[in-house]
């Protein structure tokens, strides 16, 4: 019977040093000796991608893009073998793979590549052999055999986009923090960490401010069917699995995002306006229509490039604070959160309803409060109830 | 007309820093404005081979073979891509390529593999679109893909192999000390630059513990007819060029050799006293038959692995010092040389002679006096006579 196959991506965080290294290296053989052929990919220790940019960047303030993914790349090349090495003095064979030795082909858009293919012989080729194989995340070739390198988020890409090829039982993603919350705990100090999300639920809450997991990784995961595990590198536990399309809470998570503003056109301009979003590559969470003019929803950080180009068409534009329930029955209870939250004080300028998901626009002053507010009435209860642990591959 | 092909190499020292990579830059576009193709091999900075093999034994005091090549060779990769965006930035096209890139194939043997073939195609393509080639010295890959590193001296190596399947007009080492002297100047401080050596007696001087280059590097290059210049990548000038196969001075050069020794056997095992050191891998400099017993000196770090498998046989084991005159009358300087030694109370001994190079075996304590007595009789007045500057491309 063919071994179940898991790929594992770890962080600069968790390979920051020989001793954080040999840590991972025992993530990694507590899955080999479950039973599982295992893939792991790493990013550079951390502190080393900015040590090299700080050296490019004292030759140029730009520095040469082909080269710069030249330079950066060394970074996972450093860290696997590394990992490698310590695997193998532990009585584990694994060997490293570049991007471009993993197969791993991108487009030629230097320091931001898209993963075009993965020829996954050479991966399996050491897999069929017993080895561990180790793959730098975060980048590839291009056709003409140039390193390039993926933009944010990259390593996470290179996970999951290899267990999409290669197939995988699962995608475990380590991280700094022991699963996927019911909301930011910085925030919401009673979040509790769910066992287990839905891939829709999960990629709303990406979409909608949450961070743990990037979107791409996630609509990435769910288009190839391989489930998403997050875990700490750091805490023993199963962390959280996103897996299924099927949300069973009534209310699973709550997603903050702080950093956007809506801006107000009149209504003959709506679809002039999305049409320049589209073009500068600005993601719109929200619409507001209302009788008289349409509010977007936008990051903070693209406003000065939309406002460049469409100034003068733009009636207004303020800071604003987003809060979005996901769930089964989130986008039924516009009323009831509207009420909920006025009772309290705060007042809830514009509601957006989509599939199984309401989107509050707050006061950025009334953020916290709010959703702690939503979080004890909806959230709390449904924890028990409708997760049940899947705790498949760990033992 | 085709524009003539330079091959620069430089060191870890060269490129120790970001402003030292600047001064490199300037070399190269000196070489470039002259109207030159160039093709550059670098290694990695100083200390960073140091800083990554320090990583690796932190894990593992014999680090696996396979993966220390993935690791060390990511600082070639550093110091290329620096070079590359520096040549860029000051308005001079330029690509860095790994070994592997640039089509350099190895045999398998990690950690001091062997070049077997390079693939020039890639090289010749950015070189035809005018672009400055950035090679990382030391690396290459084998027929697997797997990333190899060269052994002892990997980046000369590296050019002079490079220089070879390019049909360069002229490999250019770049090092920290101005050329190629007639005896090595901490020992003889009279001693001169060279302008010009031919390959035989260059040869014969790196055999006999000359260090300025690798004996592989100059050998592969008299192979290949490319000629060999050695400059200081702090001082200007043209270095000494090693070129043709004709020596014109009476005695060009003084090769001292310290770290040796002289093994006696009876004559009869001489045949097996051989065969063991090429079983062995060990280099006999020279051969002194005696009516009854035979001597062979080797290098002192050699001598227990001899004595090892051949202990029975030795008679007799010392530390001597070896003083080699090269040039076109060296070996029939035999009595005078002894004559003159012998008037300053230095005896002679054991003297070999061989085409165009006489060696003799000192004790190590007269090795100093006996080299500055030579240089100054044999070699101070042919300088200026026998070797004429050619200062070919360098403007």
């Known amino acids: 019977m063919k071994k179940p196959l898991i790929v594992q991506k770890f962080g600069g965080t968790s390979v920051g040093s020989i001793e954080k290294i040999h840590g991972v290296a025992e993530h990694i053989i507590k899955a080999k000796n479950a039973g599982n052929q295992v893939v792991v990919v790493v990013s550079a220790m951390s502190g080393e991608t900015n040590r090299l940019m700080d050296l490019a960047t004292q030759i140029d303030s730009v520095p040469t893009a082909r080269e710069l993914d030249v330079l950066l790349s060394a970074g996972e090349q450093v860290s696997m073998a590394l990992l490698a090495m310590t695997l193998n003095k532990l009585g584990y064979p694994a060997r490293s793979l570049t991007g471009g030795q993993a197969g791993i082909t991108t487009d030629s858009q230097h320091n931001d590549a898209t993963i075009t293919h993965i020829e996954t012989s050479m991966v399996n080729q050491w897999l069929e052999q017993d080895n561990i194989v180790i793959v730098a995340g975060f980048q590839g070739t291009n056709e003409l055999g140039d390193i390039t390198t993926l933009g944010r988020g990259g390593s996470d890409t290179t996970a999951v986009t290899l267990a999409g090829a290669l197939h995988a039982d699962e995608c475990q993603i380590f991280t700094d923090v022991d ?217």
Chains 1, 2 share one sequence.
Not at 225 to 239: A, D, I, K, Q, W
Not at 301 to 326: G, M, Q, W, Y
Not at 339 to 367: N, R, T
């Open 179 to 395: 699963g996927i919350y019911t909301c930011d705990p910085r925030i919401v100090s009673r979040a509790q960490k769910l066992d287990v999300i839905d891939f829709p639920s999960m990629e709303e809450m990406a979409k909608k401010g949450a961070k743990v997991l990037h979107l791409p990784s996630v609509q990435f995961a769910w288009q190839h069917n391989v489930p998403l595990r997050v875990l700490s590198t750091f805490e023993p536990g199963p962390g959280s699995l996103v897996a299924g399309e099927e949300c069973h809470a009534d209310v699973c998570g709550l997603a903050v995002q702080r950093d956007v503003v809506m801006i107000q056109v009149d209504n003959g301009s709506l679809s002039a306006l999305l049409t320049q979003c589209q073009m500068l590559g600005i993601a719109v969470s929200n619409v507001i229509e209302r009788a008289d003019w349409t509010g977007i929803v936008i990051k903070q950080d693209a406003r000065p490039k939309l406002e460049l180009v469409f100034h003068d068409k733009i009636r207004n534009s303020e800071e604003v604070s987003l809060l979005t329930a996901v769930g089964k029955q989130a986008e039924g209870l516009v009323e009831h959160a509207q009420a909920l939250l006025g009772e309290e004080g705060i007042e809830v300028p514009f509601i957006c309803c989509q599939k199984q998901s309401l989107a509050l626009i707050l006061s950025p002053a009334h953020i916290e409060r709010a959703a702690n507010i939503l979080h004890d009435v909806y959230i709390k209860a449904n924890i028990a109830i409708d997760c049940q642990p899947k705790h498949a591959f760990l033992g």
